[in-house]
């Protein structure tokens, strides 16, 4: 056994008294990583559970505007046992009152007998789907709660969707496939598709999906069928989906959210890497007479240096075990309250890969705040133990060990990076999180230079408080430094969420609405748009109005080769994408490269694609596109290459086809119309009342979804800013007890020179308060970086000071400090002096 | 004769510890007068030390009563006490006492601010002067030795000019010329501001300077001497 480990194990005997903040700090910021990669594991797993269920099948087969053909049905019903036909659309539910007539987007879908496959539909009152749709006077329809509150009905109501009349039988409390579909614009209502026949709303070149569900012999080669299924089907427009992956769109929203929430997690475990090297440090400098005396027993540098290592590490493992077992246990006590809020299986159990992710996080930070301090211990000499000057513990480490230090930082950024799998997000995370510790470093330093010069200032004399305080954040053994990084930091991340959330929330309610649209119209049947015009450009409230010819299809090819071969995973040849096509050239500042085809052109097919997303596949004039449109192919040279704006939420395509190649398909048009608030009622019931297929989107309410996905992402931020806070103040109570001592001593002194109650007092809360704020403003300048950041490169869009927010964490951090501060004011306030005093003579 | 400025009438004081009460002080009764220099002996323990404390006030009498310039120190509360000794008293302590946060010109200016003079930052210049310390205005206690921490402990004692000068072994961490040197400051202080001077201490040289040796023995008083000036 080496003298270092006896000399650790001697030491340990003092008990884990003075490293209480220690395991907590470190226990903490494992627990919460920990916690997290369980959830993320436990959706992953309950996903992949249930994938079946939730895809409503053990595969699934799609089709955009259309319904399978008669090779398709024949290639189903050979591989599955059962299949089931469902279609998915958005339409308007329209309800005839005294009043006048109420309208209200849906997301209609219309089943088969066979539906669901699997899983069941629960309905309130408790009927069977089956009877819930079945046809009396009028077929039964079921419906989101949300939109049956919304429109006001009551079960027994009729409505319409389209010129079809239905009767709401029940609310819809549960649908098995309902966390499939991914993002739909209105609550769900699901009718037969027996039902929907006479509503006009699935004639061609209207927009739906049709998906069949296929329920699988057991056994079935998943990966085989969908490899024979997309060999023989592929270039018609057929999407394959199974149970491997049932929700694809909710796994890669979990896997993003869960990576990005583990990188706030990391924030807070810096905030404890924090409260670890002060804990460390703190216990060190009351060792100092201890190591003195162990070099003067003839203990050399490495063996000092190896014992506190040891102790260090043995404290880290307990940490380390006690973060885990929160970690894992946390999910599991809150399994009920976490599935009540998601709408997706979960399959909680122990998870070992987050936990030992979390434990290598928990290791390294450890190691990388605790070598600071661990590796001056060799510079004390026994000299201590006579005169308090004699170096050691401010000297700076050897060189090894900040290459060490520096290296396990990269490993730490390195290993977050690559597990996260969010390489860019991960960087930026850490680039910030170092950015923003240094940032605090440097300000920590400024605030003690600039307090001791204060202290000094001629017109404080004679404010005692406010000196004694500003003498304290100023003066030796100051608590500045870890008091504004670790409150500091956890303000930073909330500042900067609340910079971006505000700013985001600015973009969508107020800039984006003045030049977007006031109404989406879908749908509009050839024969319909001359009247729509009419009604439209004839309201004086009305300032313009644009038109395109929209059908859906999907990139299949690009110059021959499959389209994911060269766009890898591009969002525009993911799935059917609106396309148009055009007779008349754009106004020629939009044209980036190529010409437009002559308005008579008769050629062979010829596509002007959008610049900016042809730059991203690497598309250029003359590349051949392959586009599966209704079920045919049709190929088309690149002509041009055209400016599109998306961000007005104003009609733009991707991809633009010369009109002689989409001649004879059934098509319909879509519409934006740009009108006073006021008069948005009337063109809508105008509209619909004319035309009842067409569906109308109010632009305020769509923008008004995505405004609340990206509150719940704030939210989400928020929580983990949260963790990160909570750290925050163990350390910050940390140091407020380590100072403890001292702030016993001094009210002492500042009592024997007649110094009332009051005044010790103030001068405490003021220090406290003074550290608190400036670690508030700090924190804004940071967050406010970061959200600059943010909006400008992430979201290309303006950003601007939020103060509100502001003003509140720098009064939150001040409140913070306040608190912890005071509560370790009691003990010096009310010590006797003489006590004190004379227990350090 | 004169009313005294410091009494003590059957000062007690007890004091419970993990062991149990201990009794540190037994029915202690002395009067000290105005001007007067008087020195407290005795062993380690005796408690010369608790005495000089009830005195200050910093320490509370368990019974009796501490009479300082005529007003009950057992009846104040602690701001009160605060006051008294802002306004009448100065103490050193054998370990020095600076606050370590405050340079030396800082702690000294402290007792002076807090009794709200105005001029409290060029009075303290001018006491560390006194003290031959000018030049160490700027530093932080850490920064000085044990002797020029306590003519620091000493300039901020003596700045308010208290009518009460408290010692307790102002001496006793310091060397043989330092503790010389701080001695004659101490006296040089009484003699200028005409206060009282109460001092514990060890050295018996320096309990032959005062007016009056009072022994103290098992938290008792042994016996007192009393010298005039002529011996």
Not at chain 1, 530 to 558: E, K, Y
Not at chain 2, 214 to 224: F, K, M, S, T
Request: glycine share 12%; proline share 4%; aromatic share 6%.
């Amino acid at each position: 056994m080496s003298i270092a480990w006896r000399i650790a194990r001697r030491e340990l005997r003092g008990g884990l008294k003075g490293f209480r903040i220690f395991l907590a700090c470190l226990a903490l910021g494992v627990a919460a990583i920990a916690a997290i990669g369980s959830v993320r594991a436990a959706i992953e797993a309950g996903l992949a559970r249930e994938g079946a269920s939730i895809l409503g099948g053990d595969a699934e087969m799609s089709f955009t505007y259309r319904f399978a053909d008669d090779a398709e049905r024949a290639f189903m019903d050979q591989i599955a046992l059962r299949v089931s036909e469902t279609v998915d659309f958005r339409s308007m539910v329209v309800i005839d009152r005294a009043g006048g007539v109420e309208r209200g987007l849906t997301q209609v879908r219309g089943v088969d007998g066979a539906y669901p496959l699997y899983g069941t539909v629960v309905l309130d009152p408790p009927l069977a789907l089956a009877e819930a749709l079945a046809t009396t006077e009028h077929p039964g329809a079921v419906m989101d709660r949300l939109l049956i509150d919304r429109m006001a009905l009551t079960i027994g109501d009729v409505f319409r969707l389209g010129t079809q009349e239905f009767e709401l039988r029940a609310a819809l409390v549960d649908e098995p496939d309902g966390a499939s579909g991914g993002f739909g614009l209105g609550p769900r209502t699901i009718v037969t598709l027996q039902g929907l026949e006479g509503s006009g709303l699935l004639s061609p070149g209207t927009l739906y999906d049709s998906q069949y569900r296929l329920a699988l012999p057991q056994g079935a080669d998943l990966a085989a069928l969908s490899v024979a299924a997309r060999a023989r089907f592929e270039d018609t427009g057929l999407r394959w989906r199974d149970s491997r992956n049932g929700a694809p769109g909710v796994q890669v929203f979990v896997d993003r959210i869960g990576a990005f929430l583990v990188l706030v997690g990391l924030a807070g475990l810096a905030v404890g890497g924090v409260g670890v090297s002060a804990a460390v440090r703190a216990y060190l400098e009351g060792k100092v007479e201890t190591i003195a005396t162990l070099k003067t027993l003839g203990a050399e540098g490495h063996t000092i240096f190896a014992a506190y290592f040891m102790q260090v590490g043995l404290l880290t493992l307990l940490g380390l075990g006690l973060g885990l077992v929160l970690g894992a246990a946390l999910p599991l006590i809150f399994a009920p309250l976490i599935a009540a809020q998601l709408p997706i299986p979960i399959a909680f159990a122990l998870y070992p890969a987050p936990l030992a992710e979390a434990a290598l996080y928990g290791a390294l930070t450890a190691l990388i705040f605790t070598l600071w301090p661990l590796a001056r211990t060799e510079h004390l000499r026994a000299a201590a133990l006579y005169r308090d000057a004699a170096g050691g513990v401010q000297a700076w480490p050897r060189p090894i060990w900040l290459m060490a230090i520096v290296a396990l930082a990269a490993l730490l950024i390195g290993l977050a990076t690559w597990l996260s799998g969010i390489e860019r997000l991960a960087l930026g995370t850490a680039g910030g999180i170092m950015g923003a510790l240094l940032l605090l470093a440097l300000a920590a330093r400024g605030i003690r230079a600039l307090s001791r010069r204060l202290a000094r200032a001629r017109i404080l004399r004679g404010h005692t408080a406010l000196r004694t305080a500003l003498g304290s954040v100023g003066g030796p053994g100051s608590e500045a430094m870890s008091v504004v990084l670790s409150l500091g930091l956890g303000l930073a991340v909330l500042a900067a969420v609340g910079q971006i959330d505000t700013n985001l929330r600015a973009a969508i309610q107020r800039d984006l609405p003045t030049v977007a649209p006031s109404y989406f119209f879908v749908d509009i049947q050839p024969d319909q748009l001359q009247p729509f015009l009419d009604r439209v450009t004839g309201d004086p409230a009305v300032s313009r109005v644009d038109t395109a010819p929209m059908l859906r299809g999907i990139i299949t090819r690009i110059n021959g080769q499959r389209a994911q071969d060269v766009a890898g995973d591009h969002w525009v040849i993911q799935g059917d994408r609106g396309v148009t096509y055009a007779t008349s050239a754009p106004p020629p500042e939009e044209i980036v490269a190529g010409t437009w085809w002559p308005d008579d052109y008769s050629g062979p097919p010829l596509a002007a694609f959008a610049a900016e997303e042809a730059a991203e596949i690497g598309l250029s004039i003359g590349d051949r596109l392959t586009v599966n449109i209704l079920g045919r192919d049709i190929e088309a040279e690149i002509a041009a290459l055209r400016e599109v704006r998306f961000e007005n939420a104003g009609i733009g395509f991707v991809l633009t086809l010369s009109q002689n190649a989409l001649a004879g398909a059934p098509h319909t048009h879509i519409a934006t119309v740009y009108a006073e608030e006021a008069a948005e009622a009337a063109i809508l019931r105008d509209v619909a009342g004319a035309a009842p297929n067409i569906t109308a989107i109010r632009v305020r309410d769509a923008l008004d979804q995505v405004a609340s996905a990206l509150r719940s992402l704030a939210a989400a931020t928020s929580y983990g800013a949260a963790a990160t806070l909570v750290t925050g103040f163990i350390v910050l109570i940390g140091a407020a007890a380590a100072g403890e001592r001292g702030r016993v001593f001094e009210a002492a002194v500042m009592k024997t020179l007649g110094a009332s109650r009051g005044v010790i007092l103030a001068s405490f809360a003021l220090r406290a308060a003074l550290l608190g704020a400036a670690a508030g403003v700090v924190a804004i300048l940071a967050g406010g970086l970061g959200g600059w950041a943010v909006m400008t490169f992430v979201m290309d869009t303006t950003y601007r000071f939020e103060p509100v927010s502001a003003i509140a964490i720098i009064l939150g951090g001040a409140l913070a400090t306040l608190l912890s501060g005071l509560g370790f004011a009691l003990r010096p306030l009310a010590a006797r002096p003489a006590r004190v005093l004379r227990a350090r003579d | 004769m004169a009313d005294p400025v410091l009494s003590l009438v059957d000062a007690r004081l007890s004091l419970d510890g993990n062991a149990g009460r201990v009794d540190i002080l037994h029915a202690i009764t002395l009067d000290i007068h105005a001007g007067e220099t008087v020195g407290l002996t005795g062993p380690s323990g005796s408690g010369k030390s608790s005495v000089l404390m009830l005195m200050g006030g910093l320490e509370r009498a368990t019974g009796g009563d501490v009479i300082a310039l005529g007003q009950d120190l057992t009846a104040m509360n602690e701001d009160q006490l605060a006051r008294f000794r802002r306004d009448n008293m100065g103490v050193v302590f054998q370990s020095f006492h600076l606050i370590p946060t405050m340079t030396a010109l800082e702690n000294v200016a402290t007792p002076l601010e807090l009794a709200g003079h105005r001029d409290a930052f060029d009075r303290a210049e001018a006491e560390l002067a006194a003290v031959g310390l000018a030049h160490r205005a700027h530093h932080y206690p850490s920064q000085m030795s044990g002797g020029e921490q306590q003519r620091v402990a000493l300039a901020r004692a003596a700045a308010p000019r208290p009518r009460i000068l408290l010692a307790d072994e102002p001496t006793g961490n310091l060397d043989g010329a330092n503790g010389q040197a701080i001695i004659e400051m101490l006296f040089g202080l009484r003699d200028r501001y005409g206060s009282t001077l109460v001092l514990v201490t060890h050295a018996p040289e320096l309990a032959a300077r005062c007016d009056r040796e009072i022994r103290l023995r098992d938290g008792r008083i042994e016996g007192a001497a009393l010298r005039d000036a002529a011996e």
